[in-house]
């Protein structure tokens, strides 16, 4: 069901309130972003924006740590790590006295609205805050330290959360600001790991963050194939010395020349003492001998600069916050701006720290299982996906000497279509998922052309070892589609048996799919259970909200814009306009600016003219001349055949003289390279998985009375998409109206709902002309089942 719903947002229409955005309890990337759209959407909407620097501390202190905010002073910050306006604990705001205190500072200044970015325990404090409110004016008019007027004006305040924390601890959101980026760090530090770890046959343990909180742990064991993971929702069982030494063995007699083991720093045994990475190394040097390592990252996983997935998250709740408060009542309840699969939602603030106190006090009783299902649904998927993907292989006799299943189905997986990021962590699952089960797996190499030269091979455990984080396809991929060659196609699928495809590429993935569906009547041989799942930077493919590897992408995007507005660093003011990839879609343009900070973004979807170049190009000379250095253009590489980045380019040259210069870069296939992001390695994890769910209902179903399958109907032909929080299986005869083949796009773009807001964090204040827009709002209700 679309919840979206559009309202028009009026421009300077809650000129004079009173706004302030601070950062609370420990910092995380992602923040900044957050706190830049909190600024500008204020400004936006004609309130008086404050920041309240160093968190409570600074709203009890007043003066100096209370200052006004404008458009500029903001710039320049989304990319950077931690929170710029400074985060402290804060012992007196714990107090009645204290937090009187922060009342009369609010109210001299008329900020009666408040957007905290922080854990559960600021937000506990800001609702606490809220809720005596009323006592604290009452109390400050009767002493005198505020007008009969001020009183009046001042007597409500309201508040917006948004949970700012690498551990995800918070129930109610699938993820917090700055968990995406602890992921990013944690994977790169596993992934430099592995590579010392195989020259000299060691065991890596490492030490995660995450508090009481088990998902740093989980999803970085998930994505990097790590052996074994302890985390505190689900403790091992007491025998876990020698499941976790029988398995380390198993793998080494198997050839493998290192392991890894993750352990959560919150990590527990069955009665609830603490599991320790020193314990875990004595139990493998003492059991097995092994050379084995501890690596604590420590505040290395709150490092950096934030994720482009985070950025943008800052950037959407910040916006949603603002907009919370300016709609809000005297009656309004504080509310708490969360991630419900792909939309911002507001929800109860005190529901959400209610459930996530539940979660603590199951595992204070001992509950794991409860423990696990408050976690949400997520988790428990993760949780789910990982166990099945590290169980021991099944037993040899289920298998002959060429790996064939003896009593399961005959699978086949292949690419069509462009390499992307996340097709062989997408293989991996689907493999270990299937010879798991005992069913028989073949790989096709080099898509079309592969299978009708007979490159198909026999897929075992082994052979897909160490996949998940390596980028590009390992069993080769071509965009040839099958067009005239459904005869010889026909006859290899009869030759090797057969009996379900899984298809992982892009848009010729998704037309070969339809071309294998519509020759059903012709071959019988097509008559299987077919599913694709979409893995293309481009991120064009109808049936899904997400590819694999768009995610991918868009990091090494926001990663090269960095650099690029780096390099000038120091030099005099530059404007930079960038290309991207992306066909006629416009999607990696788009978040890319919006991650990226950029000023415009070109995309063949929204029409632009020359009017429209010069305008923006006078927005840009207006912000240089009050002090920014550095402007970014982002056009998407098909949005207008004359407009080339090259013209845009000179024009920005030609019109900045005396003013700013202007270099152009187009980033090429540098978009499809580097290594999988854990997004990226997570969602093909888990999509592989529900893959092989899918096919096996499927081939029981369609399974004839000799054995033989027969599927022929629109619902065995499949798009596995990502719609919402939700992973569905839409048949590819229904996304043929949702198509527009000519331009290889989906007729609806979720992701063109961000334009607005693009637009509003990008423009300065003196460069508006329209006054208003029309933003997408999100529905609030949200099931807690």
Not at 98 to 106: F, S, T
Not at 216 to 228: I, P
């Amino acid at each position: 069901m679309d919840n979206d719903k559009k309202r028009f947002i009026e421009r300077g229409s809650h000129k004079g309130k009173g706004l302030a955005v601070f950062t609370s309890g420990g910092d995380s990337q992602g923040m900044n972003a957050a706190v830049r759209a909190v600024v500008r959407m204020g400004i936006y909407l004609g309130c008086k924006v404050f920041f309240i620097k160093e968190g409570y501390q600074g709203m009890i202190d007043g003066g100096e740590y209370i200052v006004e905010a404008n458009w500029s002073s903001v710039s320049s910050i989304i990319h950077k790590g931690g929170t710029v306006i400074g985060s402290a604990r804060c012992k007196e705001f714990m107090e009645k006295l204290g937090r009187r205190k922060a009342a009369k500072n609010l109210i001299m200044r008329g900020i009666t609205n408040l957007v905290v970015i922080g854990g559960d325990g600021s937000l506990t404090g800001a609702n606490m805050f809220r809720q005596e409110w009323s006592e604290h004016v009452e109390s400050l008019r009767e002493s005198g330290e505020i007008t009969e007027e001020q009183y009046k004006k001042f007597n409500y305040l309201h508040i917006a959360g948004l949970v700012g924390s690498i551990d995800n601890d918070f129930c109610g959101t699938d993820m917090t600001i700055g968990t995406d980026s602890a992921l990013h760090r944690i994977q790169e530090a596993i992934d430099a790991i592995v590579s010392t770890a195989y020259s000299h046959q060691r065991t890596f343990i490492l030490e995660v963050m995450g508090r009481h909180c088990g998902y740093l742990a989980l999803v970085s064991a998930l994505t990097s194939e790590a052996d074994y993971v302890f985390i505190p929702e689900m403790p091992p069982p007491h025998d876990w010395p020698e499941k976790l030494c029988k398995k380390l063995d198993q793998e080494r007699i198997a050839g493998q020349r290192l392991n890894i083991i993750i352990v959560s720093e919150g990590a527990v045994d069955r009665e609830g003492h603490p599991i320790t990475a020193e314990q875990v190394k004595k139990v493998v040097v003492d059991k097995l001998k092994q050379d084995t390592r501890i690596t604590v990252l420590g505040h290395v996983q709150r490092g950096g600069s934030p994720s482009a997935f985070d950025r943008v998250l800052g950037c959407r709740m910040g916006a949603e916050a603002v907009m919370a408060l300016m709609e809000a009542t005297p009656e309004t309840d504080a509310c708490v701006i969360s991630l419900d699969g792909n939309q911002a939602v507001r929800l109860n603030l005190m529901d959400c720290v209610n459930k996530t106190k539940a979660v603590a006090k199951a595992m204070a009783d001992k509950e794991w299982d409860l423990a696990v299902q408050l976690r949400g649904r997520s988790f428990v998927r993760n949780l789910e996906t990982y166990k099945m993907l590290t169980r021991l292989k099944p037993p040899r006799e289920a298998f002959d000497d060429q790996g064939r299943g003896l009593e399961g189905y005959t699978l086949a997986v292949m690419h069509i279509g462009a390499p992307a990021c996340g097709m062989n962590a997408a293989v991996r699952s689907f493999v270990r998922n299937c010879i798991y089960r005992g069913d028989t797996v073949y790989g096709i190499h080099d898509g079309v052309e592969g299978l009708v030269a007979g490159n198909v091979q026999i897929m075992k455990w082994a052979d897909v070892t160490g996949w998940v984080g390596q980028g590009g396809a390992f069993l080769g991929t071509k965009r040839t589609l099958p067009n005239e060659r459904m005869p010889q196609i026909a006859a290899r699928l009869k030759e090797y048996n057969i009996q379900a495809l899984l298809i992982i590429g892009g848009f010729e993935a998704y037309q070969a799919g339809l071309q294998f569906f519509d020759n059903r009547n012709t071959f019988k041989e097509f008559c299987i259970p077919i599913a694709i799942i979409p893995s293309t930077i481009s991120n064009n493919v109808p049936g899904t909200e997400f590819s694999l590897g768009c995610d991918t992408a868009l990091n090494e995007i926001t990663e090269i814009c960095d650099r690029i507005r780096q390099s000038a660093q120091g030099t005099k003011r530059r404007v930079f306009v960038i290309e991207t990839m992306g066909g006629y879609c416009g999607y990696l343009a788009t978040v890319a600016g919006l991650a990226g900070g950029a000023d415009a973004a070109y995309i063949y979807e929204e029409k632009f003219s020359i009017n429209d170049l010069i305008k923006d190009l006078y927005h840009m000379a207006s912000k240089m001349a009050e002090g920014v250095q550095r402007g970014l253009i982002l056009r998407n590489e098909k949005c207008n055949e004359n407009y080339t980045t090259e013209f845009i380019s000179r024009l920005y040259t030609e019109e900045g003289q005396g003013l700013f210069s202007a270099r152009m870069n187009i980033l090429g296939h540098m978009q499809q390279g580097g290594s999988p992001t854990p997004f990226d390695r997570n969602m093909a994890t888990k999509q592989a998985a529900k893959a092989v769910e899918w096919f096996v209902e499927n081939l029981k179903k369609y399974t004839r009375d000799d054995g033989s399958i027969y599927a022929n109907t629109a619902d065995s032909a499949v798009m596995l998409g990502v719609i919402r929080r939700r992973y569905r299986f839409t048949p590819l005869e229904d996304l043929k109206k949702e198509t527009n083949f000519e331009l290889r796009i989906a007729r609806k773009q979720w992701w063109l709902k961000l334009r607005p807001l693009l637009r509003i964090l990008a423009k300065h204040d003196s460069t508006y002309e329209e006054e208003g827009m029309y933003i997408t709002v999100e529905e609030q209700e949200v099931d807690f089942a």
